[in-house]
């Protein structure tokens, strides 16, 4: 997949590496060694096939907060997303999102929590109704999730 079919390669070459995107990143809470500013600049110096090695590149939640401060305006949400469905189709998928997707595919919810309805129960609220699957397991066909992940 040619990741510049989706984001617009020579934006990179507009950033002039002020790390404003970076000093707003949330992901960096979790995540020190992680960073937009430093993502554009991985791309540029090692190429994206290095990048889209890295597990880091799943940390962006795309927020979008670092496009809104970016003062040339370089969406980079868009990056991140094109890096990571570029890693996907080489099997580059953490774990832990792989299991969640792949419960999301049988169950309708990507998290199992125990339990649930007493829970619900206890601060007064109806049991969830029942997720409605194979209406989610097409929408996961659709968006090609399934020549990713065995579901
Ligand atoms: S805010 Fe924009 S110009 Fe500044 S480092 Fe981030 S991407 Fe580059
Ligand atoms: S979109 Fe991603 S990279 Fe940008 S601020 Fe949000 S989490 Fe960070």
Redesign the pocket.
């Known amino acids: 997949m040619k990741i510049w079919n989706f984001f617009p390669r020579e934006a990179l070459y ?9 000093g707003s990143c949330p992901a960096l809470e979790v995540a020190p060694a992680y960073g ?2 430093e993502t ?1 600049l991985k791309c540029l110096n090692l190429g994206h096939e290095a990048v889209v090695q890295d597990e880091k590149i799943w940390l962006c939640c795309t927020c979008n907060v ?1 496009e809104d ?4 305006k ?1 969406p ?1 949400s868009d990056l991140l997303v094109a890096l990571r469905n570029s890693a996907a189709r080489r099997g580059n998928i953490p774990g832990k999102l792989s299991i969640a997707i792949e419960l999301l595919a049988k169950t309708g919810r990507s998290m199992i929590v125990h339990q649930l309805d007493e829970m619900r129960a206890h601060h007064g609220l109806d049991p969830l109704p029942p997720a409605p699957v194979e209406e989610i397991r097409q929408i996961l066909k659709k968006t090609k999730l399934n020549e990713v992940i065995d579901f």
């Open positions: 507009e950033c002039y590496q002020c790390a404003r995107c970076t937009p500013r554009i670092c401060r970016c003062p040339q370089i980079i």
